[in-house]
């Protein structure tokens, strides 16, 4: 199998984000166009300093419009940052998601995936997942959490419908799917969080090849068939 090169599958950087406008231009965006620009330009404020560390004049700053226009689309700054984790994190994974069903096989998908998930540019998403998580550890609102289970469990059926592919195509033998989802998500997750903090260190290409090392041994390559001798 040809070898990946991270930059080949590499998330786009984020765009500076759009600008909400001001109540005198309201009339040119409809109330859904305003509310997804002000959450938008709430992400890289959590990337940056945290889900806890960010206030409504923060977000109406960096959004370009005034406090009144935040509290007037928006009942309170949890629900804005909530809002823009969803979009941020919906947004990579949807990438990933295009980048996998790319792929000439499920093996080839799931390294695709590897390389995605660790790049230079991809900690701010590691960052903004992990704050996810925490503030739905802090928030006991339902709906909130039941959202944070169904992503997680929309991530598992991924790694799972990868690896079961694997086997269809031909490509791989597995004699567990689910147990190698669940190890695939933990060790990604483990891995991001280690490469966060950096202790101890670890650099992209080596969390890559913890993975691509998991894969290698559970997923394992079918040998050809020997050819039946002729009479």
């Known amino acids: 199998m040809a070898a990946h090169h991270p930059e080949d599958v590499r998330m786009k950087a984020s ?10 231009d309201r009339t040119r965006q409809p109330t859904e166009v305003r509310r997804r620009l002000i959450a938008e330009a ?13 206030g409504v004049r923060d977000v109406a700053a960096a959004a370009g419009v005034s406090v009144g ?13 909530s809002e823009a984790m969803v979009l941020h994190i919906e ?21 695709l995936l590897v390389d995605a998930l660790f790049t230079e540019d991809t900690d701010r998403h590691w960052r903004m997942w992990f704050e996810y998580w925490n503030a739905g550890e802090q928030d006991p609102d339902q709906p909130f959490a039941r959202g944070q289970a169904d992503r997680y469990r929309d991530w598992h059926d991924q790694i799972r419908a990868l690896a079961v592919r694997a086997v269809t195509d031909g490509d791989a033998d597995c004699a567990d799917p689910d147990g190698f989802t669940v190890r695939f998500a933990a060790l990604a ?24 090392r998991l894969i290698e041994t559970e997923l394992i390559p079918r040998r050809p068939r020997p050819a039946t001798p002729r009479d």
Do not use: C, K, M, W
Request: hydrophobic share 40%; proline share 5%; net charge positive.
């Open 15 to 24: 765009r500076p984000p759009r600008r909400a406008v001001a109540a005198a």
């Open 42 to 54: 709430a992400v890289p404020l959590i990337a940056e300093r945290g889900y806890g560390s960010v």
């Open 69 to 81: 226009t935040v509290t007037y689309h928006f009942g309170s700054v949890q629900e804005i940052l």
């Open 91 to 111: 947004g990579y994974y949807a990438a990933l998601s295009r980048a996998a069903e790319a792929a000439t096989s499920g093996v080839e998908a799931l390294r």
């Open 189 to 212: 997750d483990g891995l991001a969080l280690q490469r966060l903090r950096q202790a101890p260190s670890l650099t992209t290409r080596d969390a890559r090849r913890h993975l691509n």
